[in-house]
Structure formats: C-alpha cells, structure tokens
C-alpha cells in the first residue's frame, strides 16, 4: 500500500483496528496475570500487567503492540491487523503448578471469546434496534457497527490463533489440562528446553492461515 492510498476512510477504518487492538489484547494479556495471581504466581502483576491499561502492556512489548499491528494493516491493505504482547511469569511456578500454568494461559483466549461473543450480542441487540445506518451521501457503514464488527473478527482471530498447540502460543501451555502432573513435567522439560519458539511460530502461522477461513465461515454461520 502506498501513502497516497491512505484515505480519509481507511485511516478512520486503521484507527478503530488499532484501538480494538489494544483494547483486545490488553484484555488477554491482563487475564493471564490474574489467572496467574489466583493461581499463586504475582510476577505479572507486580509488573504492572494486571491492568486494563494498555501502557504497561505496550511498554514491555512495543513491538507487537505498536509497530507490527500498524505495518500489519498497511501491509494488508487495510484487511486486518495483528500483534502480540506478553505477560511474565515465575517459571519455578510454571514448574511446581503446572496445571494453574495451563488455566493462566487459556485465560487469555478466553478473554478474546468472551469480547467476540459481547461483541455478537451487541450486533443482534443493534440490528434488531436498527440501531446501525449506512451514511446516506458515502454509503459506508456506521461507526458503532464497524467497531462492533471488527471486535467480533480480531478476536476470534486472537482467540483461534492463541490456542494452537504450538511454542510459544497460549495453546501449547493448555494442553497440559490434559496431562498428568508427571507427563506435563516432562512436557515443560521438552518445550521450554528447547529453540521450538520461532520453528513453532512459523508452523502456527502457516497452518492458521489454512484453518481459519473455515473457522471464520463457520462462526459467522453460527452466530449470524
């Protein structure tokens, strides 16, 4: 996308990306802290991640949650955005607990699905209220509408994305739910002695970027 591409449309349509962005992951990133301080590990919250405000979060991953979410959308032409932020953890916890490590990471997706399914009862509760008007002179559609919608679509992109059992995502954590207490040590062992984070990564995003147009098919089915 060039600069002289950027109109007055798709800048307002970047800002409410970035904005539900933010809100979003901070959300997620807030949510694994306090899963983690109920669970007995306060690291997250002494650094500030237990809070709604994004700044904490931004100032401990300003990469992922400032510069790629914008070059993300420039580069998609406007189609989407995506990022990443993170929330520190005691691993002598992860370690001791690793069944409260696997509820503090699926608590992350979690928040993505509670906002997507908040988001799909704003919707219903609009269209029924015929709350929601294309602009008579453009034809775009409303604000509140295009807010609503993009809350729904970003996260159930992160909460999809997040749950893939894969290094590092929120998903190769949760599968521990599933295992006993002497096989997810042995699992820890593997995953965090090992360089699967970038391999891992990369596998996510190639396989996420065939599953989930079905699964966005799929979940507008359901829910529309």
């Known amino acids: 996308m060039l600069m002289s591409d950027l109109s007055p449309n798709l800048l307002m349509l970047g800002f409410i990306w970035y904005v539900v962005f933010l809100f979003s992951t901070t959300c997620h990133e807030a949510s694994h802290a306090l899963a983690a301080k109920i669970g007995g590990d306060s690291t997250a919250a002494l650094g500030g991640q237990l809070s709604l405000n994004p700044i904490p979060h931004i100032r401990r991953s300003w990469y992922g949650m400032v510069l790629f979410p914008i070059l993300s959308f420039i580069v998609s032409s406007g189609s989407g955005m995506i990022g990443w932020a993170s929330a520190p953890y005691d691993p002598l916890w992860e370690r001791r607990h690793p069944r409260r490590s696997a509820w503090m990471a699926l608590a992350g997706p979690a928040a993505n699905f509670t906002l997507m399914l908040l988001a799909v009862a704003a919707l219903h509760g609009g269209m029924a209220l015929q709350l929601f008007h294309r602009d008579p002179v453009t034809g775009a559609p409303s604000f509140a509408g295009t807010v609503l919608q993009v809350l729904f679509f970003l996260n159930l992109l992160l909460g999809t994305f997040n749950l893939l059992p ?58 529309f």
Request: proline content about 5%; hydrophobic content about 55%.
């Open 166 to 223: 894969v290094p590092p995502l929120d998903g190769s954590t949760v599968v521990m739910l599933f295992m006993s207490e002497t096989q997810a040590q042995k699992y820890l062992d593997w995953i965090r002695g090992s360089g699967f984070a970038m391999a891992g990564l990369l596998v996510g995003m190639l396989v996420f970027s065939k599953v989930f147009p079905y699964v966005q098919a799929l979940a507008v089915r359901i829910f």
